[in-house]
């Protein structure tokens, strides 16, 4: 098979978008994971040019209603949320708990993803212990929160370049 007008975009850097508005919802039950989270998004959103608008709730399952409900009234009030990250974790105990927040909380995110066709990062961490959530949440570490904002960022770049007709894949 011959290729002919291939096009391909690789993964990159997220481009500068200082418009765009970004709710980051921060679930709160761990302070110390959760600043970390909320430090590597806010920095990312940062270095994008964008604004963010953040938002507490007490655990992850808190977080996909409470997107649900902000991003309606944004657009409502005539100023839309042009993506989301969501943060927060979830660590295993001792009971089946873990597996319905995790599972829950990531199926409602990306349902609400998809049916609102929005740019969403979770950043949501379901880990094992303690010691795997700082890793994962650590700025200087494997920054977590970050990839989830710059995951969001570059749906939303992706999505603009969609709407503006200049989406380059590779055509076979």
Known sequence: MVS????????????????????????????????????????????????????????????????????????RAGEPYDAVVALGCVIRGETGHYDIVAGESARALMELSVALRLPLGNGILTVETEAQALARARVGEMNKGGGAAEAALAVLALKRAAEAGSVGGAER
């Open 4 to 75: 002919t007008n291939t096009q391909r975009r690789e993964a990159g850097p997220v481009p500068a978008l200082r418009d765009a508005r970004v709710l980051v919802v921060e679930a709160r039950f761990y302070d110390h994971i959760a600043d970390e989270l909320l430090a590597g998004a806010l920095g990312a959103v940062d270095a994008a040019g964008a604004r963010a608008v953040t938002v507490t709730v007490p655990g992850a399952l808190e977080v996909p209603g409470t997107v649900a409900i902000l991003v309606e009234a944004a657009e």
